[in-house]
T-cell receptor, first 116, second 117 residues
Framework: AQSVTQLDSHVSVSEGTPVLLRCNYS??????LFWYVQHPNKGLQLLLK??????LVKGINGFEAEFKKSETSFHLTKPSAHMSDAAEYFC??????????????FGQGTILTVHP | DAGVTQSPTHLIKTRGQHVTLRCSPI?????VSWYQQVLGQGPQFIFQ???????GRGNFPDRFSARQFPNYSSELNVNALLLGDSALYLC????????????????FGPGTRLTVL
């Protein structure tokens, strides 16, 4: 079965310092992977996606992620945190096949706190 | 262009009651998916509909049902509500005309917050 595991439930950084949110995946084939952000009482916003093209993926708001097949990882990074980055982040795996046109399987989420 | 819209935004019900949640997809999208997000967890897949037909179902009891209308909007129904059904219910729409990812990228609405007392 395909799944994603977010290694940290909470990450705390100071404004202006780098952000690293970790995600490992398990998949028997080349996966499609995503990072979403959810601000309080809001829906999910797509940050970036990996779909078997370049392994370094750039997203919105300065975020990027690197797909590493040898490590089965898809960690999210940002060089310098901003107060507005405080939110919950979800790593997700997309699976299509059979009669289904695809579903997303999400990790448990990582809450990012940014201190002034 | 309008994104995915959901109604109502908040809802309070008591145990044993029935609830209907509504979703309107992005114009031109023919597929709608529903996810349940319990507090402190990631969203979990409930259903996917394409062209009014169920295309996928997650591991949820039969108390959960859904349908899609000719205009591609969708309803999620939950019967005999339990306290554990309290969650944010998210709707996502996609083009959904092929198995290729390009047609299945999902765009999420703001969700309906259901509280069961």
């Amino acid at each position: 079965a395909q799944s994603v595991t977010q290694l940290d439930s909470h990450v705390s950084v100071s404004e202006g310092t780098p952000v690293l949110l970790r995600c490992n995946y398990s998949s028997s084939y080349s996966p499609s992977l995503f990072w979403y952000v959810q601000h309080p009482n809001k829906g999910l916003q797509l940050l970036l996606k990996y779909t078997s093209a370049a392994t370094l993926v750039k997203g919105i708001n300065g975020f990027e992620a690197e797909f590493k097949k040898s490590e089965t990882s898809f960690h999210l990074t940002k060089p310098s945190a901003h107060m507005s980055d405080a939110a919950e982040y979800f790593c997700a795996h997309f699976k299509a096949g059979g009669t289904s046109y695809g579903k997303l399987t999400f990790g448990q989420g990582t809450i990012l706190t940014v201190h002034p | 262009d309008a994104g995915v819209t959901q109604s109502p935004t908040h809802l309070i019900k008591t145990r044993g009651q029935h609830v209907t949640l509504r979703c309107s997809p992005i114009s031109g999208h023919k597929s709608v998916s529903w996810y349940q997000q319990v507090l402190g967890q990631g969203p979990q897949f409930i259903f996917q509909y394409y062209e009014k037909e169920e295309r996928g179902r997650g591991n949820f009891p039969d108390r959960f049902s859904a349908r899609q209308f000719p205009n591609y909007s969708s309803e999620l129904n939950v019967n005999a509500l339990l306290l554990g059904d309290s969650a944010l219910y998210l709707c996502a729409s996609s083009l959904g005309s092929s198995g290729a990812f390009t047609y299945n990228e999902q765009f999420f609405g703001p969700g309906t917050r259901l509280t069961v007392l």
